[in-house]
């Protein structure tokens, strides 16, 4: 029996049970590969580009067209003629299309898309199609992308500098001057994936009668590109109809990298007059699909003897890739509104330059721009430390925003909405036992070990500003194009004739469950138990409310939607409280829901059913107030806080900002240079936590993608661009044997700015941990420089007595070990091309993997399959031409 | 000798999880696709296709087995389980499946069917196993999602309430 | 990723096998546990017109104890054998590596003849029969051989093994009195290819020790007793001989650091376990 109470029973706050689960756990999910597609449905299979950089020629299709089952062949011809360039976010002259168009610019990139009776038929095709490549050379390093010698991506532009955007804020000028002293570091981060275990999946439909499409994929949104793929497929947006399946497995910002594939196999659908379904594989995932951009960035603070920092000075190279492809530059603006870090730092200038090399185009990408800026920020803090013989976590203390702050303006315009930073870490310290952790590393270093501490305080921001990437455009350009800003979040309640409540959410869920809390929050409004409330977490743009917003990005979920859906459902409880006033016969305010009842305040035995109640909407709409009868409520909301971007540029780039401080011990392994994670403390504080099971959740997971980022992942690309990562045995993605259990410690200070008071969670441990982790190594290290991933090799040559040659090597000997090796540091990427052309079948069974290929081949370093009949291998020796049947090995 | 000819659909006959079927594969078709599209049985999922993500692990005569190393032609008379013969009937959950909602030991899902696979055959043959033991096994799966903590957490209720279980029937 | 078409012989007897072998030579492949061949053939790098399954020929999926070795036969899976009664009784450096094997979940499936006769350099199960002086038993419709371990890998991926023949079964030397046994690799993941793998069989006279995944096939070299002076002198010339490279996870300098280091480790663990 419940009791009779002005409070909610109060979903809200447990970790109950996620509705998601029954299906998911018995097989009956159901993903975009388990719905059953359209009658008729044929299947993709994407011919790619094994080259890095090249001119494409003659593109010969009739083998493959003549092979029974192919119903269609598409190329670059093909979708220039029916389709547009997707846009990009810059003014350049630069044209982003989803295949390549008589130039290949990276290692994977589409260069023809087969429709056949099944994918074994399609890739049977992809084999007899040959393609003409005359080969550009390729750059593959950001830096030397820019000097004017280097060979151009994009003829039109001119240079591979697609923006360069300088900012001032404050008088950061005159603090360098007066500042003690200046200190700087200068980082790259690398390129990675967070690989969720599902790929890419697209089934399109091209209707001619109408001219409309109607897409199925498991696209995440943004919905601000609903548009651009409107646009690129040339039709009104109303007859750009997408929807995406029930269950999605796992996204990160991946699956908007889904964007130019929708476009690419809705245009194949078209030419071919069929439903055309397209399944990624893991080798295309990996090669082609979306990175996070690796980032070059000089990092210097202008400092006081007591480490307070006075002034930041950023210079950050981001390399987008091949493309700049819609939203993207978004990663190099979406952390400018904190650019400041959890520090009160007042002066800060800032250049951006974006640049284009022979890799995959990014996107997002969890942490999207956080983990490259926090990589350099709390590397600096470290670096402070250092070179002042101060602690670290006292450097940290001292430039902290200070409690009582808040909201706090940033120099560059963000708004801290809440929290309490010293406070978090004062906690995280005590409770994570930070001093028992020190003891720890003074022991081990007694003892010869290799330990090391390291610490990172990080503001996690969520909920991003629509507009934050127009910050790319200067004042005057965005005049003309007319203010962006905002967060919609749409919800919508219903209530159907028996009186049960719908939810329709168009946060597109990726494994979060979205519907579980959205389900929590209705509950708790009507009185109700999570279970009885049914929530579509699927979307339909044709039928349900979205806005350019919608999407599951920037940790909106808790903050946005779940209060957007909170809204909606407080609009029908109010209508629905009056409606129940008159049949109680009580004032609307003394109307309760609880126990699945609405019930009299002060008689809990003058109630009924709240399904009788809800129902009665329906059937005697008389009940309801006069001219308000709607019986389902949606909501759009957006913060008034999210500004559009001031003509001096100072941009709140986000609603909300957590706070995470984390510290580490770790240990490397002083034979195999591995790190060991011997401890790991996070502290969080999201605001309110709506579900703590999920939170945790998302910080184990976060803390998953981190941990890889540190220690194992890479996409790898050798300098001629061939791509080094192709399969889940080169890219490493960390098990259950790698990940340690971090210690989870939270504080809630909500946020004002949202309907619940929660802000984002899933993406901060991406942000801090590999910086964290980096720091201690270069604490156990005793070094300035570390980088990311901590490959044990990499370290190991810190501390790896040097070596010599054995006795009786010869000059000659020691030469040709040199050029093989490197000379003993890490060369590990080659300096040449050996390609293999049409090796016949007895030399093709010896070729499992690259490590074989490459040792087959003397010289041979990476070895990267480029499609069914070509390999390139890396070379760190000349190799004269190796034959194979009368088939050279071209070098 | 049994010669299945290329571009020929070939009968296999095997039972799956408790039932004979037969359905027609070509000798190339690899089980993942054979379950997944040709008997419509979508749960076993595909993660790589080669052999390292686990998504799509099923049990093959009593053994875990990769569906995606494994051709369809191969299960002929096999007895072969998947994740939708887990449950003890419609609308209720094993021991081991509620242990992974109990703690939240799953975010997305896909990678879900072929860790439970796993772990109920290991747990079958390993009832009290220590959390390396688990984490161990487990490093034959990826998950991205969870970062492994909870499910490692479920393995372990699970294996216990499947001892309580045991005891009890 | 789905694989050319081939043909599927699903031999019922050694002897189908061997015909089918010798039918089709170097068209065929053998088909065993499949974990190394199924990759290889969705990606495509393998197109072989005939395969020829071997999992159902009973006479070959035995493995027992015959006199002084353990013999494995063609049939018999990773996991079986690492289940085998008392195994780290009867031949403690089988017992070390199989775990390192991939996971348990490719150990249920792999054959043991299988990751022998596919030679990867990086491999655990031919590092341990070269280690311990194992041999290959071929057999073909011709003729029957035998090979030893460390003449069978003739490169990655490549064995002495000829079109025709069929790894029949491997045999591994059985544990012998006053020897000991150790095994240590390392990788980067947990069940990766080792970067360096080493296995060491500790005697009175002297030490063998065997390296993987550095040179292009497990190599082996016997440390006299005469050499435990100088074995740091010894492992550093050997480091060298094994033509270490450089790839995306380790350096070539890196490998010969470890294989010096390692190495030395796992004959002082072999020694310290001779009983
Ligand atoms: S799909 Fe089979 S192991 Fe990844
Ligand atoms: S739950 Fe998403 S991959 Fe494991």
Redesign the interface.
């Known amino acids: 029996m419940h009791a009779v109470t002005d409070k909610p029973p109060g979903w809200l706050g447990r970790?109950v049970?996620?509705l998601?689960?029954?299906a998911?756990?018995?097989?009956?999910?159901r993903?975009v590969?388990?719905i059953a597609p359209p009658p008729g449905t044929l299947a993709a299979a994407i011919l790619r580009s094994p080259r890095a950089h090249a001119r494409i020629g003659a593109i010969a299709i009739d083998a493959a067209r003549r092979l029974p089952g192919v119903a269609a062949i598409l190329t670059g011809a093909d979708v220039a003629a029916m389709s547009a360039p997707l846009a990009a976010g810059i003014k350049a002259p630069l044209e982003c299309w989803p295949i390549a168009i008589d130039r290949a610019r990276y290692v994977g990139e589409p260069v023809a898309v087969v429709v056949a009776s099944d994918r074994?038929i399609a890739e049977d095709a992809l084999d007899l199609i040959a393609v003409s490549y005359e080969p550009l050379p390729a750059v593959v390093d950001p830096i030397a992308a820019m000097q004017p010698t280097a060979t151009l991506l994009h003829d039109k532009l001119g240079a591979n500098i697609a923006s360069d955007r300088s900012f001032c804020y404050g008088d950061p000028a005159a603090q360098f001057a007066a500042a003690a002293t200046r200190i700087a570091v200068s980082v790259r981060y690398p390129r990675n994936s967070?690989?969720?275990?599902?790929?890419y999946g697209v089934i399109a439909e091209y209707a001619a009668s109408d001219d409309a499409y109607d897409v199925t994929a498991n696209f995440m949104g943004p919905l601000s590109m609903h548009p651009v793929m409107a646009r690129a497929l040339r039709v009104p947006g109303n007859r750009l109809r997408l929807r995406t399946p029930p269950?999605?497995?796992?996204s990160?910002g991946v699956k908007q990298g889904l964007v130019p594939y929708i476009v690419l196999i809705a245009l194949a659908a078209r030419l071919a007059g069929r439903p055309v379904k397209w399944i990624e594989?893991?080798l295309e995932h990996l090669s082609a699909s979306v990175s996070a951009t690796n980032r070059v960035t000089k990092l210097a603070a202008a400092v006081d003897a007591d480490g307070r920092v006075r002034a930041l000075d950023w210079d950050q190279i981001e390399d987008v890739g091949a493309h700049l492809r819609a939203p993207e530059p978004a990663a190099l603006y979406r952390m400018h509104g904190n650019l400041t870090g959890a520090y009160d730092i007042r002066h800060v200038c800032v250049r951006n330059r974006v640049v284009l090399t022979n890799k995959t185009p990014s996107g997002l990408n969890r942490g999207f721009g956080g983990p490259q800026v926090y990589f350099a920020l709390e590397r600096l803090m470290q670096r402070i430390a250092r070179e002042l013989g101060l602690d670290p976590l006292d450097v940290i203390r001292r430039n902290l925003v200070p409690t009582g702050a808040f909201p706090y303006r940033t120099a560059t315009g963000g708004l801290l909405d809440s929290g309490d930073y010293a406070g978090a870490i004062e906690r995280a310290v005590a409770q994570g036992t930070l001093a028992e952790l020190r003891a720890r590393r003074v022991n081990a270093r007694g003892q010869g070990r290799l330990y090391g501490i390291g610490y990172a305080a990080v503001v996690e921001p969520s909920i991003s500003n629509m507009g934050y990437i127009t910050t790319v455009l200067t004042a005057q350009e965005r005049a003309r194009a007319g203010p962006k800003n905002g967060a919609f979040a749409t919800a919508t309640v219903a209530f159907d004739p028996l009186g049960c409540v719908s939810v329709q959410i168009a946060s597109t869920p990726?494994?979060?469950?979205h519907r579980t809390v959205a389900a929590q929050v209705v509950a708790d409004v009507f009185g109700l138990a999570p279970a009885d409330v049914r929530v579509l977490g699927e979307l339909d743009t044709a039928r349900d409310a979205w806005s350019i917003a919608s999407g599951n990005y920037s940790s909106r979920f808790a903050g946005a939607v779940a209060g957007a859906v909170h809204l909606a459902a407080q609009r029908l409880a109010a209508k629905l409280k009056r409606a129940a006033a008159t049949q109680l016969n009580v004032a609307p305010d003394d109307v309760v829901f609880a126990g699945a009842r609405a019930q009299a305040r002060d008689n809990r035995d003058n109630a009924m059913a709240f399904s009788r109640l809800a129902a009665a909407t329906h059937w005697s709409p008389g009940l309801m107030d006069a001219g308000d009868h709607a019986l389902r409520e949606t909501v759009f909301w957006t913060p008034p806080e999210l500004a559009a971007p001031s003509d001096a540029d100072a941009v709140n780039s986000s609603l909300c900002h957590g706070f995470i401080f984390d510290f580490c011990g770790i240990e490397i392994d002083r034979v195999t240079g591995a790190v060991r994670v011997d401890k790991y403390v996070t502290m969080h504080d999201c605001g309110r936590v709506l579900h703590p099971?999920?939170v945790?959740?998302q910080?184990?997971?976060?803390?998953?993608?981190a941990l890889g980022a540190a220690l194992y992942e890479e996409f790898a690309y050798a300098p001629d661009g061939s791509f080094l990562s192709g399969?889940?045995?080169d890219y490493l993605?960390p098990?259950?044997?790698e990940?340690p259990?971090p210690l989870m410690l939270h504080m809630e200070t909500p946020s004002p700015f949202t309907p619940l008071g929660a802000k984002g969670v899933g993406e901060g441990n991406c942000m801090s941990t590999p910086v964290c982790i980096a720091n201690a190594a270069a604490d156990a290290l005793g070094v300035d420089q570390v980088e990311l991933p901590l490959l044990p090799a990499r370290l190991a040559a810190h501390f790896h007595p040097r070596e010599e040659f054995p006795k009786g090597t010869t000059a000659a000997t020691a030469v040709a070990i040199g050029a093989r090796q490197g000379d003993g540091a890490m060369t590990l990427h080659g300096r040449g091309v050996v390609e293999i052309a049409r090796v016949p079948q007895d030399v093709w069974a010896m070729l499992l993997d690259a490590k074989t290929l490459a040792a087959i081949i003397p010289g041979a370093g990476a070895i990267e399959k480029l499609s069914e009949t070509h390999f390139r291998v890396d070379v760190t020796l000349g190799v004269g031409p190796v034959r194979g049947d009368g088939h050279a090995l071209v070098l | 000798?049994?010669?299945?000819?290329?571009?020929r659909q070939h009968s296999v006959r095997f039972e799956l999880n408790g039932r004979e079927v037969e359905a027609q594969a070509?000798?190339?078709?690899?089980l993942s696709?054979f379950l997944?599209h040709v008997l419509a049985?979508?749960?076993?999922?595909?993660?790589?296709?080669?052999?390292?993500?686990?998504?799509c692990?099923v049990e093959?005569d009593g053994?875990?087995?990769?569906a995606?190393?494994?051709?369809a032609?191969?299960v002929?008379g096999a007895r072969v389980r998947?994740?939708?013969a887990?449950?003890p009937g419609p609308g209720r959950?094993s021991i081991l499946?509620e242990a992974?909602?109990?703690h939240?030991g799953?975010?997305?899902?896909?990678?879900?069917?072929g860790i439970?696979m796993?772990l109920d055959i290991?747990l079958r043959a390993h009832p009290a196993p220590s959390e390396i033991d688990?984490?161990?096994?487990?490093?034959?799966?990826?998950?991205?999602?969870?970062?492994?903590?909870?499910?490692?957490a479920a393995a372990l209720d699970a294996a216990e309430k499947l001892r309580e279980a045991d005891i009890i029937g | 990723?789905?694989?050319?078409?081939?043909?599927?012989?699903?031999?019922?007897?050694l002897a189908?096998a061997h015909?089918?072998l010798a039918a089709h030579g170097g068209e065929a492949r053998v088909?065993a546990g499949?974990?190394t061949l199924?990759?290889m053939?969705?990606?495509r790098l393998a197109r072989p017109?005939v395969?020829v399954?071997i999992?159902r020929l009973h006479e070959i999926a035995r493995y027992g104890i015959e006199r002084d070795v353990i013999r494995v036969g063609a049939g018999v899976?990773q996991?079986q054998l690492q289940k085998m009664f008392e195994l780290d009784k009867v031949q403690p450096l089988l017992a070390k590596a199989l775990?390192w094997v991939?996971?348990?979940?490719?150990r249920?499936?792999g054959t043991v003849c299988g990751s022998i006769a596919h030679a990867d350099p990086s491999a655990e199960l031919p590092l341990v029969l070269v280690a311990l002086g194992g041999e290959v038993e071929l057999s073909s419709a011709r003729h029957r051989r035998k090979v030893a371990g460390e003449e069978f890998f003739t490169g990655p991926l490549s064995t002495a093994r000829a079109d025709d023949e069929l790894v029949e079964a491997v045999t591994f030397p059985s544990r012998r009195p006053g020897y000991g046994y150790a095994f240590r690799e390392f990788a980067r993941?947990?069940?990766d290819f080792a970067i360096v793998a080493c296995a060491a069989v500790a005697r009175t006279d002297g030490a063998r020790l065997a390296i993987g995944g550095v040179g292009d096939r497990p190599v082996a070299r016997e440390f006299a007793q005469a050499d435990r002076t100088s074995l740091t002198e010894a492992l550093d010339a050997f480091s060298w001989e094994l033509d270490a490279r450089d790839d995306a996870h380790a350096s070539a300098a890196y490998r010969r650091a470890l294989v010096r280091q390692i190495g030395h480790a796992v004959i002082m663990e072999a020694e310290q376990c001779r009983v």
């Open positions: 970790s049970e996620r998601e689960d029954a998911l756990l018995t097989g009956a999910g993903f590969d388990d074994y967070c690989t969720p275990i599902e790929t269950d999605s497995g796992g990160f594989d893991r990726q494994g979060q469950g099971g999920m945790a959740g910080i184990t997971g976060g803390f998953a993608h399969t889940f045995a993605v098990t259950a044997m990940i259990q | 000798m049994p010669r299945l000819s290329a571009d070509e000798p190339r078709m690899l696709d997944r049985m979508t749960g076993t999922h595909v993660g790589c296709e080669h052999g390292v993500c686990g998504a692990t093959i053994m875990a087995a990769r995606c190393l494994t051709l032609v191969q002929e998947t994740v939708e887990l449950a959950l499946q992974f909602r109990r939240h799953l975010q997305c899902g896909f990678c879900t069917p439970l796993s290991f688990i984490r161990e096994y487990l490093s034959g799966h990826l998950c991205r999602c969870t970062g492994y903590a909870p499910i490692v | 990723m789905k694989p050319a078409r081939f043909d599927y012989i699903r031999a019922e007897t189908e015909a089918a088909l499949g974990q199924l990759p053939l969705s990606m017109g395969l399954d999992m899976r996991a775990p991939g996971h348990a979940q490719t249920a499936r993941r947990h069940g």
